[in-house]
């Protein structure tokens, strides 16, 4: 029901910034919360942040201050989801997943995850 294309990961030093890009792609229903998780070798996967259809972000402490979430809802078909990462530390390496909610028109819930882009920070 929905595809969702991640982009942007990459290998940064510590303090630089990266920026990740989610496409989620539809053909009925709607989508709603889309957010971005991360999971380390050997942690579970953990919350880093997650926007409202109507825009409002909600972070993980280890986010607040440094990462900004962001959406793009302007084309009904294609929302997208972004964040921008900013003071990279090491301990930010991990697999970033893109995360969204979808509803189908009789309101059935749906989760989806993206495949995954690694961000490595490391100098």
């Known amino acids: 029901q929905v595809q969702l294309v991640e982009s942007g990961g990459g290998l940064v030093q510590p303090g630089g910034s990266l920026r990740l890009s989610c496409v989620a792609s539809?053909?009925?229903?709607?989508?709603?919360?889309m957010g971005w998780y991360r999971q380390s070798p050997g942690k579970q996967r953990e919350l880093v942040a997650t926007i409202t259809g109507g825009g409002d972000p909600n972070y993980a402490a280890t986010a607040k201050g440094r990462f900004t979430i962001s959406r793009d809802n302007a084309n009904y078909a294609k929302n997208t989801v972004y964040l921008q990462m900013n003071s990279l530390e090491p301990e930010d390496t991990a697999v970033y997943y893109c995360?969204?909610?979808?509803?189908?028109?009789?309101?059935?819930?749906?989760?989806?995850w993206g495949q995954g882009t690694q961000v490595t920070v490391s100098s």
């Open positions: 539809i053909s009925r229903g709607s989508i709603d919360n």
């Open positions: 995360n969204t909610v979808w509803y189908s028109p009789t309101w059935s819930r749906g989760d989806y």
